[in-house]
Structure formats: structure tokens, C-alpha cells
């Protein structure tokens, strides 16, 4: 049993394996993880994020393959969300102040996932100009991609949590916890899971610390109901954390926990109403 | 995918709360996270006297209040840095260690401790004694068996400005270290 946490993505990745392996282990799926960051950060202007915001409306743009599956999912989401999950609010956000600002913004009509279109697996390219941010949907990639790694290096069980979203892999049973979402230092036990991701969305650290709601609604025409303002919070389970990362969106920007997005993916809804 | 749930809906909060006080979590020692940090290296302790002004200098320059300490500085044969620092937030503290190049760039960052907890609890002096020193081995008894909570995510950002510090410390006591006569 092994347990170790560093700081990625800008939250806390934690990754335990339940036997002992050599350091390398956790180490390269920590390394994973920072290539993640390093290809799909919005905070690096140098990553290739911010090249594909950049560049992608001029030129077809070369991607790594990581980042395009990222993308692939990403528009397969948009899909069946109906738009409700769409990764082309970036500016909304860096409006708000929750994103640094790289490139001039004013008085472009921006896109969204929908205009990317894939030349070929690892080539894309924009119809407009994207401000993309996939802060909703990398942090899913990087736990399912740490996974991944550690199971390739022979773990056979263990959890990937990156700041709450996370992932059980293994046949050993875990007993899983949620934040009660209006007192965070109480948890909620929901019971003993195996193979298989949980993500949450919602709003308690956002008000704690007095900040706007980072869930935007890319549908809204009103400046006024861009900001998602819901009570709660809402957990996706699902297989891999890359949908459960990304539908908690849905959940939550929708209302529906009957939304047919949810069957389409195999995924579960958990909303908690304090 | 497999699993039994307590219930999906949740109806009822009461039966499910599982009160935490604090949730404590101690990962490593610091002898874990230099093998970890710097496998197969020796390093030698290399505390460093932080006077009024270098403290206030990484104040400014951080803008963390909490005191950095110089006793927690370690420095491998090739030129290497190891350092023990924390952050003290309010609604959490952090031990972490960093390792530094010779040339001052971060190499890697291991949390070893992590309590969360609100406020006036992490602020006291007293209440974070309990902590300091623990090892892996002796952790805390407290809550040690609730693992793997889910949530809104967790924002690192105290730990970055904490680590931000960690590279203006290196610049203005580190790089010329030992001082050299001119």
C-alpha cells in the first residue's frame, strides 16, 4: 500500500496502489499527468491549447494524440448534450476572472468545439476563432490516463483522485465519500464501489471563497444566465472519469437527471440537495 | 463498472453524514520524499539563518504571511536543493518538500502532510504543533480510515504561491550559497 499527492492541474492529484511496486510506478503516471497539463493547460501559453486557440482558425494544427482524444470526446459530448457541454467557453471564464487572459478577445465571433474538425486522427482545424478551456474534461483524461499507466505497470488495484474526481481500478471493494456540499468538512458515505470514475461539480468552494460560478452555460443569449447558479452538488458515475468529469456539466447546467446524455453514456446521476 | 450503493437517491442526509472534524493526512516522511525527489543521492542538511530582512523579502515577494523556516534545507553533492516548507491557509496546511536543480528550476513537488480543516483551527500556533514531526508510521488517529472523498474540486493554489516562495528563496539565499567573499 502506497499513497502519494502532488500538486497538478491546479488541484491535488493523490494516487495509491494497494501493493507495492517500485517508485517508477507512480512516478510515471504522475509524469502522465504533467504532460496532460503541459499539452492542455490554459493557464501555459506555450501548451498546445493555446495553440490550437491561437492558431486553429488559420492553419490546420498538428495535435497530440492525448489531445485529441480529449477533443474526440469532448465533440461526442457537445453531440449528445445537445450543446450543453461544450469546451468553447474559455472567454466566458476569463471574463469572469477565473482564467488569465493570453489573446485579445474583443469583437470576434468565437466558436466552439463544434467547429473543429479533424483533418486527420491528429490534425485539426477551426472554422472560427475558439477560446477553448478544457478545464471541464482534461482532469477526467488525466485520471483514466493514470490508470492506465499504473495498471500497465503491473498495479492491480488502487484510486486516482485529483482533487475529488476520481477513480477506483481493481477488484478490491471502496468505500467512497462525497463533501456535503453545505458543510465541507462532513462527508457522505455512498457506499462500496469497484471499476469505476466519480466526478462532482458543484458551487460550495466557489462561494466559500467568494468567487463567480465557473459553470457556464454555453446555450445562454443573456450575459445574466451564463453564470450556472444551482444548489448542491452533482456527482456523474461512470466507467471512465472522462465522462463523469465532463457529464457533471450536463448535470448540472441541465437540471435533469433524466437526461437521455446520461443513459447514452452508461452514467449515473448523484445530486445531493443540501 | 460495479456497485452497491447506500442509495442513489439521497434521501436522507442525516443517515449517511459522517461527521469529520478535520481530515488529516500524513503521505511521507521527509526521508521518503528526498529518496523520492532524489533517488539514490546523498544529501546534507544546509540550514540557512533567515534574518528580519530575507523574511521580509520572501513576504513581499510571496505575499505569505506565515514564516519561513531555514532549518529544513537540505543540499545534495552536485548542487541539488531539498527543502521542507508549508503553507498555512485558512482552511488548510500543507507540508510539502520541493527539489531544485543547481540552477534554482523546481524538479518535482511531494506533499508529505495535508490537514484540512477551517480557520481558527489551522491559524493557532498550538493546534498545528500536534502535527508537526508525525511520520507516515505515527499518523494521527484521527478519521485515518475515510479515504477517497469525492467533491467539488480542490484548489492547490496556496501550495503554488507556498512553492512560488520556495524559488524567490532560492534566488535570494540559495544561488550564491556559500556567500562569497568579495
Known sequence: MMTRCRPLLGTFVEISIDQDLPMDAINNAFASIE???GLMGFHNPQSELSQINQLSHQQAIDIHPWTSQVLRVAKEIYHYSGGLFNCGIGHRLVAAGLLPQHIKLANVDLGGIEDIHFLAPDLIQSKRPLCLDLGGIAKGFAVDMAVK???????RSGIVNAGGDLRVFGDTPRRLYLRHPDQTKLVLDIGEFQNCAIATSSLYFAKRDCRQSHIINPL????????????????????????????????????????????????????IRA | ????????????????????????????STEQAQQILFPKKILSKAPIIITDDLQEKLRVAS????????????????GGWFIVDEVVGKHEMITYA?????????LGIEILEYVESYGYEVAQAQWRQQF??????????????IQNIGGA??????????????????????????????
Open chain 1, 35 to 37: 504532460i496532460i497539463q
Open chain 1, 149 to 155: 499507466i499504473l495498471t500497465s505497470e503491473g498495479a
Open chain 1, 220 to 271: 445562454a443569449k443573456e450575459d445574466d444566465d451564463m453564470h450556472v447558479h444551482f444548489e448542491g452538488s452533482c456527482s456523474i458515475l461512470a466507467k471512465e472519469c472522462i465522462y463523469a468529469d465532463a457529464l457533471t456539466k450536463v448535470l448540472a447546467i441541465s437540471g435533469q437527471e433524466q437526461h437521455p446524455c446520461f443513459e447514452r453514456f452508461s452514467a449515473q446521476t448523484i445530486w
Open chain 2, 1 to 28: 463498472m460495479n456497485y452497491k450503493h447506500t442509495s442513489l437517491a439521497i434521501a436522507s442526509l442525516a443517515m449517511l453524514t459522517n461527521p469529520i472534524v478535520v481530515q488529516a493526512k500524513i503521505y511521507m
Open chain 2, 63 to 78: 505575499s505569505i504571511r506565515h514564516p519561513f523556516q531555514g532549518d529544513r534545507i537540505w543540499k545534495t553533492a552536485d
Open chain 2, 98 to 106: 520541493v527539489a531544485l536543480n543547481p540552477k534554482g528550476s523546481v
Open chain 2, 132 to 145: 508537526i514531526g508525525k511520520t507516515a508510521q505515527n499518523a494521527i488517529k484521527l478519521n485515518q480510515d
Open chain 2, 153 to 182: 474540486t480542490l484548489s492547490c493554489k496556496h501550495l503554488t504561491d507556498g512553492v512560488k516562495r520556495v524559488t524567490v528563496f532560492y534566488d535570494l539565499a540559495l544561488k550564491n550559497y556559500p556567500p562569497q567573499s568579495k
